[in-house]
């Protein structure tokens, strides 16, 4: 499967609700096996918003080294390279440790609670 970002959400890779699109898009295909080829030809900007919801929650369900084996980055330029390696790690670490999940979910609740 081949999917042109810039044409499926535009030039600029950086609120979450198009990582969803994007995750959305290409979960299935993953989940059953498939290669993935996201091209981000034309696409600049880049954010981790994006990359947390396009990428980092596939790692609920599908191990780092399936993804790293079935996800191609195709014309991803160095810093989004960069965000993308970041988004990885600590979202595997997340998923794959409880107690590291724990820790950040009761820090993330503390922040939500702070805010209102």
């Given at each position: 499967?081949?999917?042109?970002?810039?044409?499926?959400?535009?030039?600029?890779?950086?609120?979450?609700?198009?990582?969803?699109?994007?995750?959305?898009?290409?979960?299935?295909a993953?989940?059953?096996?498939?290669?993935?080829?996201?091209d981000?030809?034309?696409?600049?900007?880049?954010?981790?918003?994006?990359f947390?919801f396009?990428?980092?929650?596939?790692?609920?369900?599908?191990?780092?080294?399936?993804?790293?084996?079935?996800?191609?980055l195709?014309?991803?330029?160095?810093?989004?390279?960069?965000?993308?390696?970041?988004v990885?790690?600590?979202?595997?670490?997340?998923?794959?440790?409880?107690?590291?999940?724990?820790?950040?979910?009761?820090?993330?609740?503390?922040?939500?609670?702070?805010?209102?």
């Open positions: 499967m081949k999917l042109s970002v810039k044409n499926h959400i535009g030039p600029r890779c950086i609120i979450k609700e198009d990582g969803q699109k994007i995750y959305d898009a290409i979960h299935g993953l989940r059953q096996g498939e290669s993935v080829n996201l981000f030809e034309g696409v600049s900007q880049f954010a981790s918003p994006f947390n396009a990428i980092g929650q596939l790692l609920k369900d599908i191990a780092e080294s399936d993804l790293r084996t079935l996800l191609h195709d014309h991803l330029n160095e810093t989004g390279k960069l965000v993308v390696e970041r990885i790690e600590n979202a595997a670490r997340y998923h794959g440790d409880k107690d590291y999940r724990q820790i950040v979910d009761d820090i993330l609740e503390s922040q939500a609670k702070e805010s209102v």
